[in-house]
């Protein structure tokens, strides 16, 4: 980067801090078309850091749409599982976009302001391998009717294809904006994340609850800060101008409480909590019912793109069903071995890994829904050895503190999750403090 631009390879593109991470000695490698950082001390390190202190992630390759206009709730509504209307000012909620036939095209997370934000964070620009050039925008005006507006915050790997997608689904008084290439984000994340971040910004950060955000300024750069996270600890999103994010990097570095981690430790931390990733959890073979495990984030009262495949997939007992399972030692499974019950072949593992926090070897996968209930042994077979397997209870680690750092550290209720065995009949969902 240079002056503000973002400059690619040819086949590869790069965030705004690659020569921060360069200058750390990362081992980089290659991440849903861009080179990124896969760990600096190491993933066992980085990860066990970010569960007792704070971290900070380079999470620029991630993709932010901007909707607004009169019908942009509407026509959300329709192409999102989780209920928009619902999502109050200043919130934001997770679910999932639907091809026709049900297939998860992508999963994403969905904030709600109170007006266009482009002025801010630049204006569209085209997305795609390579992105191209682009200086970070002046201030732009809006053209779009006064009024709320929503962003869309989405994998790398799917962007261009959500974009396609999206854009193809809008009524004509929808206005859409890619605000990636000219959007950074830095995920700060571990239990001491708002003091080290306070210290190193040298500011007071706002009192945000769990999944939601507030527009603030620091040091004259207009930023977002949100509360959601993919580790399982207290954290935030920070969202900033392209150009101010290399210098952003180094503030938040320099007095050396927050270290930087990589995309290794990120990981392990996403599957300890027992999160999906796009690609291994979810993928547009799949509907998401299999995985879902709280109605906020699937609403079966409204109308949605691929809502008819969902359902049948919900009473369909053949169907798989996502699960926690726990080795027996530190061997871990690896993606696309399969799952076993005796002789009889009745899943396939989607993640696998030794958790840094358990000692353990863990793994996700799909098994079949009459098997998955928690105390279920079942096999593995990796790399010519059979291994044994129990279906746990998700999260694996259970002492995350995501949900528990709100104002005045007061606990923050968790996601619904299904008490009832899969396999008979459809779950009741109540709050559960473990999950």
Known sequence: MENGRIFFMPDIARTPLHAEHVALKARMVPFAGWEMPLLYRGIIAEHLYTRKKASVFDICHMGEFELGGPTAEADLERLLTQSVSSIPEGGCAYGYLLADDGGVKDDLICYRFGGLTAGRFGREAPRGKPRGNFAEPSEAKNTAKEGESFWLVVNASTAAADAQWIKSHLSSGTIFRDLSSATAK?????????????????????????????????????????????????????????????????????????????????????????????????????????????????????????????????????????VGLRLEGRMAARPGDEVFEGERKVGKITSGLFAPSLNVAVALGYVERQLAFSGQKLGVRSRGKNLMVEIVELPFYKQGTARHGGPGGKFEARLPVPTARVGQGNPKFETNPND
């Open 186 to 322: 830095l995920d700060i994340q571990g239990p001491r994340a708002r003091e080290e971040m306070e210290g190193a910004l040298k500011i007071k950060l706002p009192d945000l609850e769990y999944y939601h955000f507030q527009r603030l300024t620091i040091d004259g750069i207009a930023c977002v800060l949100s509360r959601t996270g993919y580790t399982g600890e207290f954290g935030y999103e920070l969202y900033l101008p392209v150009g101010a994010a290399a210098d952003f990097w180094k503030k938040l570095l320099a007095p050396g409480k927050i270290l930087p981690a990589g995309l290794g430790a990120r990981d392990t931390l996403r599957v300890e909590m027992g999160f999906p990733l796009y690609g291994h959890e979810l993928t547009e073979k799949l509907t998401p019912a299999g995985v879902a495990r709280g109605k906020k984030f699937i609403d079966l009262n409204k109308s949605f793109i691929g809502k008819e495949a969902v359902l049948r997939a919900r009473e369909d007992q053949a169907a798989g069903q996502l």
